[in-house]
């Protein structure tokens, strides 16, 4: 699993979880641990099931329990564009999800919604171009105004997510400045070996590729 994916620094927000969702209280705080281990039987049964119809239904309820799930969220997208290749509905849910992330205005969920538009494995080609460059554009404004309030890692995997936005949009040169600059982010910080090796290797990937 990548960087990008958040194994390594990246809070995961919250668990997979069910009951009813009440307001300002997470659906996370009211549920019994009981229920959130039923759901993730749930999910993982029908995963090995293979029938991703299946598979939509059960996490759109999820969903509609635990709308401020980023995991189900992000999980909705894959099944939907990756698994079923319906790039129609896959724009629509994307596009609500960053809405979602631009009103929250937090760190995990702007990541989150930044990685989708523009480091996702996908073909998004046929995806409204304005539109997606727009919501990128918004996205990025946001995340380099609040992310010198984060530490160094968070910055670091900031740089690392709009980058590729501007090497999309034709501003490579900017792109190039951001990977440079979390390169110096993860030089300074004190990780494991085996961690800062892969996080450096995949920042020179990306700076290889926006330099050619």
């Given at each position: 699993?990548?960087?990008?994916?958040?194994?390594?620094?990246?809070?995961?927000?919250?668990?997979?979880?069910?009951?009813?969702?009440?307001?300002?209280?997470?659906?996370?705080?009211?549920?019994?641990?009981?229920?959130?281990?039923?759901?993730?039987?749930?999910?993982?049964?029908?995963?090995?099931?293979?029938?991703?119809?299946?598979?939509?239904?059960?996490?759109?309820?999820?969903?509609?329990?635990?709308?401020?799930?980023?995991?189900?969220?992000?999980?909705?997208?894959?099944?939907?564009?990756?698994?079923?290749?319906?790039?129609?509905?896959?724009?629509?849910?994307?596009?609500?999800?960053?809405?979602?992330?631009?009103?929250?205005?937090?760190?995990?969920?702007?990541?989150?919604?930044?990685?989708?538009?523009?480091?996702?494995?996908?073909?998004?080609?046929?995806?409204?171009?304005?539109?997606?460059?727009?919501?990128?554009?918004?996205?990025?404004?946001?995340?380099?105004?609040?992310?010198?309030?984060w530490d160094a890692r968070s910055r670091a995997l900031s740089y690392a997510a709009i980058a590729p936005y501007y090497h999309e949009n034709g501003k490579s040169e900017r792109a190039v400045e951001l990977i440079e600059?979390?390169?110096?982010?993860?030089?300074?910080?004190?990780?494991?070996?085996?961690?800062?090796?892969?996080?450096?290797?995949?920042?020179?990937?990306?700076?290889?590729?926006?330099?050619?």
């Amino acid at each position: 699993m990548s960087i990008r994916k958040r194994k390594f620094f990246v809070k995961r927000g919250q668990g997979i979880v069910v009951g009813s969702f009440n307001g300002t209280k997470t659906a996370e705080t009211n549920m019994e641990p009981g229920l959130k281990a039923a759901l993730l039987d749930q999910i993982s049964a029908v995963k090995k099931v293979k029938d991703f119809q299946v598979v939509l239904s059960a996490v759109e309820k999820a969903i509609k329990v635990i709308p401020d799930n980023i995991y189900l969220r992000e999980y909705h997208l894959a099944t939907l564009i990756g698994k079923l290749h319906d790039f129609e509905a896959g724009w629509i849910a994307l596009g609500r999800f960053t809405r979602n992330a631009i009103e929250r205005n937090s760190e995990d969920w702007l990541l989150a919604a930044m990685r989708q538009l523009f480091g996702s494995p996908y073909d998004y080609s046929c995806l409204p171009f304005a539109e997606r460059f727009s919501m990128g554009k918004e996205l990025s404004d946001r995340i380099l105004t609040l992310c010198p309030q984060w530490d160094a890692r968070s910055r670091a995997l900031s740089y690392a997510a709009i980058a590729p936005y501007y090497h999309e949009n034709g501003k490579s040169e900017r792109a190039v400045e951001l990977i440079e600059e979390a390169l110096e982010l993860v030089e300074g910080e004190s990780l494991a070996d085996d961690v800062k090796q892969e996080w450096l290797a995949q920042l020179l990937q990306a700076l290889e590729k926006y330099k050619a």
